[in-house]
């Protein structure tokens, strides 16, 4: 199976804009500049540090939900 190379950072902004509404992760200038950073320019070391805020499990949830 191909998928593109951004397709897992739609999941990481789904999850990252589910965690603000559930209070799990608080909304700062640094995660809002690196989710553009991880979407505009397909950033792999911004998608990291926005993984490693919201944490792989919770990722795994919103896309098995």
């Known amino acids: 199976m191909m998928y593109a190379a951004s397709l897992p950072k739609l999941a990481i ?3 990252a804009f589910q965690s603000f509404e559930d209070g799990s992760l608080q909304e700062t ?3 809002k500049t690196d989710m553009i950073e991880m979407i505009r320019r397909s950033d792999n070391f911004a998608a990291s540090q926005v ?3 919201i944490g792989l499990q919770k990722i795994a949830r919103v896309i098995l939900d």
Do not use: G, S
């Open 13 to 15: 902004l789904l999850a």
């Open 29 to 31: 200038p640094q995660i």
């Open 51 to 53: 993984v490693a805020r």
